[in-house]
């Protein structure tokens, strides 16, 4: 079946630091791939998304890029802030039975520091 | 405003009592999704509605059940077959197939 792997966190940064997250997936046919953002207690939030290969999505600095010859989708920023300190999530959507879900990795928790 | 609602934030509940979640959107999504989260294990799927009337069981469904009488609605009820109740709740929808989700506040569910 579809899976989603993500590195293990926390990944602890000073502020102003390179962010990486690896994202690797299997997954039968061609899935579409997300990143989510969920803060303390609250639900998840659509970071960006890509829908092919080789698409990039990109949004409040976080890029990603749909590489399906190494099945990955990794989430990078230049220079990350306090406020990025979250859970971040990795997942694709594909298809069982002409319906569509969405499988998640386990999450990386972010953590910023002044 | 459009979104999802989901209602109570916190609930807390005896051992071996039934109890509803509620999920509400009014974004004119088809599906709608039921997910449970646990601390280090992302996401799971309980179950998923794509048209009203309609629903399939998810990855761990047991112990769950759902109803969509209505396209804004999917309750979940945690029945007192499911063995580890505690747990925190999201609720997402979206337009159609391969189309991204979108994610209510949650309910965290405390069962003592």
């Known amino acids: 079946g579809d899976s989603v792997t993500q590195m293990e966190g926390p990944v602890t940064l000073s502020e102003e630091a390179f962010l990486t997250i690896n994202c690797t997936y299997t997954?039968?046919?061609?899935?579409?791939l997300f990143w989510y953002v969920q803060y303390p207690g609250e639900g998840l939030q659509l970071l960006l998304k890509?829908?092919?290969?080789?698409d990039k999505g990109s949004n409040k600095g976080f890029e990603a890029t749909y590489r399906k010859e190494t099945t990955s989708f990794h989430l990078e920023k230049g220079s990350v802030q306090v406020s990025d300190s979250a859970v971040y999530f990795c997942?694709?959507?594909?298809?069982?039975?002409?319906?569509?879900?969405?499988?998640f990795g386990k999450g990386t928790m972010l953590l910023v520091s002044p | 405003d459009g979104g999802i609602t989901q209602s109570p934030k916190y609930l807390f509940r005896k051992e071996g009592q039934n109890v509803t979640l509620s999920c509400e959107q009014n974004?004119?999504?088809?599906?709608m999704y039921w997910y449970r989260q646990d601390p280090g294990q992302g996401l799971r799927l309980i179950y998923y509605?794509?048209?009203?009337?309609?629903?399939q069981k998810g990855d761990i469904a047991e112990g769950y059940s759902v109803s969509r009488e209505k396209k804004e609605s999917f309750p979940l009820t945690v029945t007192s077959a499911q063995k580890n109740p505690t747990a925190f709740y999201l609720c997402?929808?979206?337009?159609?197939?391969?189309?991204?989700?979108?994610f209510g506040p949650g309910t965290r569910l405390t069962v003592t």
């Open positions: 890509a829908t092919k290969a080789d």
């Open positions: 509605s794509h048209i009203v009337n309609d629903f």
């Open positions: 997942a694709l959507s594909d298809r069982t039975g002409g319906y569509s879900t969405l499988t």
């Open positions: 997954a039968t046919g061609y899935p579409s």
């Open positions: 997402a929808s979206s337009m159609g197939q391969g189309s991204e989700q979108y």
């Open positions: 974004l004119n999504h088809d599906a």
